[in-house]
C-alpha cells in the first residue's frame, strides 16, 4: 500500500510513478485504490493496463474486500493500493481508512511524505506514525519533494535513527505534481509519465522495495 500522513503528500504521484516503472520493467501489476473513487482508478488502468479495483470497507465488508484482492490480484507479480487521505483517516476515526485496508490485507505499507519545508521534524511525525499501531507493517518511506542532496542526507539519517527503511525520493518538482478538483485528480493537464518514471527508477530503490 501506497500511503502518507495527510491528503496533498504525494501518495497518487508515487503510486502512478511505481506502477509505471515497474509495468515498464515488465512485470504485471494489478493497482487498487482505497474508498469510493472512481477517477483515480481510471488512471491506474492507463497505466497498469488491468482495471483498477476499489476497496472500501465504509460500503462493504472486510470479508468481500479480501475476496476483491485476492480474485484480482491472482494473475499479477504484484499488487499496488493507493491509499486515500491520510493513513489513519476514515469516516469514524480510523472505520474505513487505509490503514484499515492494509490490516484486513495483512499487506506492508509505504509511507509517502512530503519533506517540503521540514528537516529533522519530520523524525517527530515518522516516528508516530511507525509506533501509533502496531498491527500492520510500515516497510519503509519515500520522501516527496525534496530540495537537494543535503536534504535528503538529513531525511536518511532520520530514517536509520528511527529504524526504517528509506526508499528514497522525488525531487521538488512543480512537472511532477497532479493538481486536484472535486471529487479527483484534475485530468486537464497531466504530467509527463516518461520524467516520473525516469525520477522514480534514479532516486527510488525500488527493487529494494520489491524485496522487503
Not at 490480484?73 to 491520510?86: F, K, S
Not at 490490516?103 to 528537516?119: C, N, T, Y
Amino acid at each position: 500500500m501506497i500511503a502518507a500522513p495527510t491528503s496533498g503528500s504525494g501518495k497518487t504521484t508515487v503510486a502512478r510513478g511505481l506502477m509505471g516503472l515497474l509495468v515498464k520493467k515488465g512485470y504485471s501489476v494489478q493497482p487498487f485504490k482505497c474508498g469510493p473513487d472512481y477517477i483515480d482508478t481510471k488512471f491506474h488502468e492507463a497505466v497498469c493496463g488491468r482495471p483498477s479495483i476499489n476497496l472500501d470497507t465504509f460500503m462493504a465488508s472486510p470479508g468481500h474486500v479480501r475476496e476483491l484482492f485476492a480474485h484480482y490480484g491472482a494473475d499479477a507479480d504484484m499488487c499496488i493500493v493507493e491509499g486515500m487521505m491520510g493513513l489513519f483517516d476514515g469516516y469514524d476515526r480510523e472505520r474505513g481508512s487505509s490503514y484499515e485496508i492494509a490490516r484486513e490485507l495483512g499487506i506492508p505499507v509505504v509511507l509517502v511524505v512530503d519533506a517540503k519545508s521540514a528537516a529533522y521534524s519530520m523524525a517527530a511525525l515518522l516516528s508516530g506514525f511507525i509506533s501509533f499501531r502496531n498491527d500492520i507493517r510500515i516497510a519503509g518511506v519515500i520522501f516527496n519533494r525534496v530540495g537537494s542532496d543535503k536534504h535528503f542526507r538529513i531525511l536518511r539519517e532520520i530514517c536509520e535513527e528511527l529504524d526504517v527503511e528509506c526508499l528514497g525520493y522525488l525531487p521538488k518538482d512543480a512537472y511532477l505534481e497532479q493538481g486536484s478538483r472535486y471529487l479527483g485528480l484534475d485530468f486537464s493537464e497531466l504530467p509527463d509519465d516518461g520524467k516520473l518514471i525516469s525520477q522514480m527508477e534514479e532516486h527510488v530503490a525500488w527493487e529494494h522495495l520489491l524485496r522487503l
